[in-house]
Nanobody, 120 residues
Framework: QVHLVESGGGLVQAGGSLRLSCAAS????????MGWFRQAPGKEREFVAF????????YYADSVKGRFTISRDNAKNTVYLQMNSLKPEDTAVYYC?????????????WGQGTQVTVSS
C-alpha cells in the first residue's frame, strides 16, 4: 500500500504561481511512476503530468505544457508540481497518484486532493 498526501493548494491570482507537493508513505521502495491529475467542477478528472520512477522522463497535457513542471525527490518520497502563469481555467482539485507498474496506466493509489483556485 502507498499513502499519498497532497499539499500546497490555495487561492492565487491569474499569472501567479503555486507549488504542489505530494508526500508518499508506505511501500515507497517500489519503482513507481507518479502523476498529477485535476478535476474541475462539472468536468471529468483529467491528466496533467506524469513522471517516471527516476525522474528522467516526464509528460504533460497540452494545456499545461510550458507552464507546469513535475519533479520528484525520491530521497524524500515526494513529487512536486510547479505551476506558473496560472489561468482561471486551471482552477480544480488536484490529485496525485502512484502507478506501481510504471506504465502510466495503472494508477492504483490516489491522494485526497488539494484545491487550486485561480482568480481573474
Amino acid at each position: 500500500q502507498v499513502h499519498l498526501v497532497e499539499s500546497g493548494g490555495g487561492l492565487v491570482q491569474a499569472g501567479g504561481s503555486l507549488r504542489l507537493s505530494c508526500a508518499a508513505s508506505g511501500r515507497t521502495e517500489r519503482n513507481y511512476a507518479m502523476g498529477w491529475f485535476r478535476q474541475a467542477p462539472g468536468k471529468e478528472r483529467e491528466f496533467v503530468a506524469f513522471i517516471n520512477w527516476s525522474g528522467g522522463r516526464s509528460y504533460y497535457a497540452d494545456s499545461v505544457k510550458g507552464r507546469f513542471t513535475i519533479s520528484r525527490d525520491n530521497a524524500k518520497n515526494t513529487v512536486y508540481l510547479q505551476m506558473n502563469s496560472l489561468k482561471p481555467e486551471d482552477t480544480a482539485v488536484y490529485y496525485c497518484a502512484a502507478d506501481p507498474s510504471g506504465t502510466y496506466a495503472a494508477w492504483d493509489y490516489w491522494g485526497q486532493g488539494t484545491q487550486v483556485t485561480v482568480s481573474s
